[in-house]
């Protein structure tokens, strides 16, 4: 069963959202950083894995980032919340506009 929930890392000033599958991989993750939760990532695990298949991937991670590497039972998360799909995807549109929007202004800015 996929699940949805949230982590702050205080150290790191940033709060991580997953969504897991049924094996705890994560599918899909949003990093929003500092007091103004800034979105610095928006990974899809599919994406990702098409991105390296295509021989896109600096691409790919440049504009959103990367998923977690190991299930997410192989880590101690602090304060995991539990999220409703609907809270996780207002996040998830949110981070993945911010990204893409970064990637328009570095496409303008090298060309």
Known sequence: MTRWFRS??????????????????????????GPLEKPIAAASLT???????????????????????????EWDTPDQQDL??????TVWRTARAACQTRRRARSTRGA
């Open 8 to 33: 702050n890392w205080a150290e790191e000033n940033t709060w991580f959202y997953f969504e897991v599958d049924d094996d705890g991989w994560v599918t899909r993750q949003v990093e929003l950083q």
């Open 47 to 73: 994406e990702w894995t098409t991105a390296q298949q295509a021989g896109t991937l600096a691409d790919y991670e440049a504009t959103f980032g990367a998923t977690a590497e190991v299930p997410v039972h």
């Open 84 to 89: 409703t799909i609907g809270e996780f995807e």
